[in-house]
């Protein structure tokens, strides 16, 4: 008896293994389908907020630029971003200083307007005139 009790333990143990796993896989599967097509409209938002005139102006050591960024996931490449930063963090490059570039993020828009700071999507939509992604 001792034996069957033994062989039922393993056998849940098992089913319950390969359960998790499962669910682990499909669960990647299913974030990996997502994060593609929300990947594809912010991309398009991206290159609409570009086209509009809309540039991104950051350095690579801002946490606020870095949230900015992660709003876009894989599309961020695709934002009309301009790093200010020189190499060592220390000093800023000429295009933001020419253009007054005070702190980061700073967004300027075609009207000449500006705002600093991570801005919400819906923001952006409405200040460039791009039609806001459902993601």
Known sequence: MS??????GLWSLLAVFVLILGAIYFSNRYSQSTTGEND???SSFAQCLEDKGARFYGAFWCSHCQDQKEMF???AKDLPYVECSTRDGKGQLPEC???NISGYPTWEFADGSRMSGSLPLGILAEKSGCALPAV
């Open 97 to 99: 200083q020419k253009n």
């Open 40 to 42: 594809v409209a912010l």
């Open 73 to 75: 996931g894989g599309a």
């Open 3 to 8: 034996k069957k009790k033994n062989n039922y």
